[in-house]
């Protein structure tokens, strides 16, 4: 693209859209040309607040974008993202990004022949904690992951698993590169029609396994993600932003980061002889929101790929659509044992 800035709407302004319109107008190679959301009343309310159009129709909007930002409920992300392909603009659309599978391999099939940019709102790709992690994270043997939310209606129009839990999925998937050869899932809906609380256990072919837990019914929050690896246990807390580093090096090696490291201590002696060090890394200074639409923003000018992928998005769905399923199964196995 030749332009030196991206013609940007917004499809959607609740609660995240709201900040997707805020994040955008500070984005200086995004021109943000409007918004449109099925409530009129919310629409005038953003569109007053942040000094932009309002449109009546989302044709309307779509005639004056090259990209747009599509925050509406899940069960509409599909409608949006097709209409938007075959106008030829390219899209970035919140997560996850679709609800069913198929609808994710028809955005695919759609994104390869038109060539448009397409980027899925996988915001903890971009969470400072996990961006101070960059080469530390290298080969975790075992995952232990907690997501846990107070209750809050919005999203409960899909499963917890597809409201939360597909972040974690994502992520662990983004870091553990190899197949899920096994998956054991047990969940439950407390208050509202679908399950609000679930637990997984994914084995993969190279020998991890990452026990899952989200929950939108807790009375505390908490997103926390431990990873242990041969040497290194690394807690990252996703709400403060930060990740504590344990590690175990040779003494007289110095690795990065450790200039900001402390020693708690030496195990073992002689030429095996280990040095515990530990550091924590804090790197607050980053906006996950704005970073992550910056990204789509210089995909689309650079020619660049996404930053989070669709093809990753629908593999993240395929995961968490198995993992919904053995809940299915698990929950069916429970009913009949009742019965007897
Ligand atoms: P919300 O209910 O606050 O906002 C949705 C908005 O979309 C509302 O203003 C509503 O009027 C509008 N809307 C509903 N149906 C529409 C339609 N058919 N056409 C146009 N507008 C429509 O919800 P939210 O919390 O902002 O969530 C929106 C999306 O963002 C969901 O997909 C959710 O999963 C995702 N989300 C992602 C994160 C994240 O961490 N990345 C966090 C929160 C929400």
């Not at 997707?20 to 918004?35: E, F, N, P, T």
């Not at 009546?56 to 993202?81: G, K, M, R, W």
Request: hydrophobic share 40%; net charge negative.
């Amino acid at each position: 693209m030749s332009a030196e800035k991206v013609k940007i709407g917004v499809i959607g302004v609740g609660h995240l859209g709201r900040w997707h319109v805020q994040q955008l107008k500070m984005i200086d190679r995004a021109d943000l040309v409007g918004i449109f959301d099925s409530n009129p009343e919310r629409s005038r309310q953003i569109a007053g607040e942040f000094s932009t159009r309002e449109f009546a129709e989302v044709n309307q909007l779509l005639v004056h974008c090259d990209a747009v930002s599509i925050v509406t409920p899940t069960t509409t992300h599909f409608e949006y993202a097709k209409m938007a392909l075959e106008r030829g603009k390219h899209v970035f659309v919140e997560k996850p990004v679709t609800e069913r599978i198929e609808q994710g391999e028809t955005l695919l099939a759609l994104e390869k022949e038109s060539g448009l940019k397409f980027q899925v709102g996988h915001i903890e790709r971009f969470n400072p904690a996990i961006l101070a992690l960059e080469n530390t994270i290298v080969n975790p043997l075992f995952i232990e992951s907690h997501r846990l939310a107070n209750f809050n209606p919005r999203g409960t129009d899909v499963a917890v698993v597809l409201d939360l839990m597909i972040h974690d999925i994502d992520l662990i998937l983004s870091f553990i590169d190899s197949p899920v050869k096994s998956i054991h899932a047990s969940g439950v809906p407390i208050i509202s029609a679908t399950e609000d609380i679930a637990n997984c256990r994914l084995e993969f072919e190279n020998g991890c396994t990452a026990n899952v837990t989200a929950s939108r019914i807790s009375t505390r929050k908490m997103r926390k993600m431990r990873f242990f690896q041969p040497n290194a246990y690394i807690s990252v807390d996703f709400l403060d932003g930060s990740s504590d580093v344990y590690y175990l090096a040779d003494p007289r090696d110095q690795n990065p980061g450790d200039n900001l490291a402390f020693s708690l201590g030496q195990i073992g002696d002689g030429a095996s002889k280990k040095e515990i060090r530990y550091v924590r890394f804090e790197k607050k200074d980053i906006n996950p929101l704005n970073y992550e639409l910056s990204l789509f923003v210089r995909s689309i000018l650079e020619d660049q790929p996404t930053a989070v992928t669709l093809k990753e998005a629908v593999r993240d769905l395929v995961v968490a659509e198995a993992i919904l399923k053995n809940i299915e199964e698990h929950a069916l196995l429970v009913k009949t044992n009742w019965r007897i």
